[in-house]
């Protein structure tokens, strides 16, 4: 099978266009075959090892082959998964069981790891520079994740590491996190704030919403969740999390849209807002779970990546920079600006696209402009029940943006372009879990 039907094998039948997002036939990821010599060389660079990054490592030399030199610089020794993060602040799930390594990348498809931060990127010349030492590249591709900014009356973004866990990257923030949940005194409220559109989904804010009041429900009565919402109504699966939050969690979900954060007092565990019609309220809280804006990494500001938004616009049929003078680096994942979510699902398919486009480039061929994505995501609303979302992708050569089809028709209640499960259900809740385990290993494996 080529890589464009590989792609578009994954997007329609794999994953599910116009159902539920479809578990894969394998219950257990099967290790692909070694990279062979296919004629094709390069140097290429890969900055970050997470969903988008260890995925585009990977296909490189699946689809490149021995000739094609992949290098992978990520900080970090392991990848901790923020798909199924939020089960880790009910108890369900222990924090390392999210954890996957790159031992597979580099032992059987022949990654080179160097394990350091990249502190800058000379394009002119084709180097990246990280603690220890300088590497040069013929395309490099970034996968940095976001980085987080202080929310009002912060006073460094430290105190997201000591005292009010965002827990948006899955690891110590989501541990402290817990152990703040259940030292929470019964009675004591939780308030989580939720930043204006686009931001990375999972850990998705609603899903964590209805996880922490099924577990305050079960373990904190009298507390409640207040959810001071930037954005003017639910973004996604509107229905399915509107009835959650007013028949399962009613008098523990207190849903505030439209609430505008204007200073969180850390030390007195308090937050401000403005309501959207005039009004300053602040709200007392045992737990703050502030999760701020998102950004692309200051590293990608520095290398003059950024256009008008806070993330790096790409051509989606390659990713490669739309600034000319940048066209060797490829930008994937979270800090990428496209129509398509901030997602774990997307980042794999992402590094895939990428993949293959620049292979193509290596080769000297013309890229593919058939390209198809799907995203889909779980979401659990219980400790057993769960619903869905998925919407298909594909590039439109007028506007040159990823765009839903036009037979690809929504669910009502659902966002455009975009279909939905109709109920939380606990077969959804195990089709999760195949899901989750399929993604995981496809991306790492």
Same mark, same amino acid.
């Not at 973004?157 to 923030?173: E, F, L, N, R």
């Not at 593919?368 to 050569?397: E, F, H, K, M």
């Given at each position: ?19 539920? /997002?479809?578990?894969?036939?394998? @219950? ?7 990279? +062979?010599? +296919? ?28 000739? !094609? ?34 031992? #597979?990348? +580099?032992?059987?498809?022949? $990654? ?25 590249? &013929? ?12 929310? %009002? ?8 590491? +000591? @005292? ?31 930043? %204006? ?7 998705? /804010? ?7 009041? @099924? ?17 003017? &109504?639910?973004?996604?699966?509107? &229905? ?23 200073? !969180?007092? !850390? ?6 807002? @403005? ?9 007392? =809280? ?9 950004? =692309? ?18 051509? $989606?049929?390659?990713?490669?920079? #739309? ?32 993949? *293959? ?8 061929? %013309? ?36 765009? !839903? ?36 290993? *496809?991306?790492?494996?």
């Amino acid at each position: 099978m080529d890589r464009r039907k590989f792609l578009g094998s994954l997007a329609a039948g794999g994953l599910g266009l116009l159902a539920a /997002p479809g578990v894969w036939a394998a @219950d257990a990821p099967v290790l692909f075959p070694v990279p +062979t010599n +296919t004629g094709i060389t390069g140097n290429v660079v890969v900055v970050g090892g997470g969903m988008s990054g260890a995925t585009v490592a990977k296909y490189l030399r699946l689809w490149g082959g021995t000739g !094609v030199n992949v290098t992978l610089i990520e900080m970090s020794p392991s990848y901790t998964s923020n798909i199924m993060s939020n089960t880790v602040l009910s108890g369900q799930r222990e924090l390392s069981s999210l954890e996957y390594t790159y031992a #597979t990348l +580099t032992g059987h498809y022949g $990654v080179r790891r160097i394990t350091s931060r990249v502190t800058s990127i000379d394009s002119d010349h084709t180097r990246v520079y990280y603690e220890g030492g300088d590497i040069g590249y &013929d395309r490099l591709v970034l996968a940095p994740g976001l980085e987080f900014d202080r929310m %009002p009356g912060m006073v460094d973004v430290s105190q997201y590491d +000591t @005292d009010i866990p965002h827990a948006w990257k899955a690891g110590p923030q989501t541990a402290l996190l817990r152990s703040q949940l259940v030292a929470l005194t019964p009675g004591q409220n939780v308030v989580l704030t939720i930043p %204006p559109a686009p931001y990375r989904c999972p850990p998705g /804010p609603y899903e964590r919403v209805c996880v922490i009041a @099924d577990w305050l429900k079960a373990n904190k009565p009298g507390s409640r969740i207040i959810v001071l919402d930037a954005n003017l &109504d639910i973004v996604v699966e509107k &229905d399915n999390f509107s009835t959650a939050f007013t028949t399962l969690y009613a008098g523990i979900v207190d849903y505030r849209p439209g609430s505008t954060v204007t200073k !969180v007092d !850390v030390g007195a565990r308090a937050v401000t807002y @403005d309501d959207g019609v005039g009004k300053s309220w602040t709200e007392n =809280a045992g737990v703050i779970n502030a999760i701020p804006p998102q950004r =692309a990494p200051k590293l990608l500001a520095d290398a003059g990546l950024l256009g008008a938004t806070p993330f790096a616009p790409v051509d $989606v049929l390659s990713y490669a920079s #739309t600034n000319p003078d940048k066209s060797l680096i490829h930008v994937i994942g979270d800090a990428s600006f496209t129509t398509q979510p901030k997602a774990g699902h997307i980042g794999n398919q992402q590094g895939k696209t990428c993949a *293959d486009a620049i292979v193509r480039l290596l080769a000297g061929k %013309p890229l593919d402009r058939q390209v198809v994505t799907n995203s889909a995501c779980y979401t659990p609303i219980t400790l057993t029940t769960a619903t869905w979302l998925s919407a298909v992708y594909q590039y439109d050569g007028t506007s040159r943006k990823m765009i !839903v089809p036009s037979w690809h028709i929504p669910a009502v209640g659902a966002p455009a372009g975009a279909i939905a499960a109709t109920a939380a259900t606990t077969e959804n809740y195990q089709d999760m879990l195949v899901w989750f385990k399929t993604l995981m290993g *496809d991306t790492f494996s």
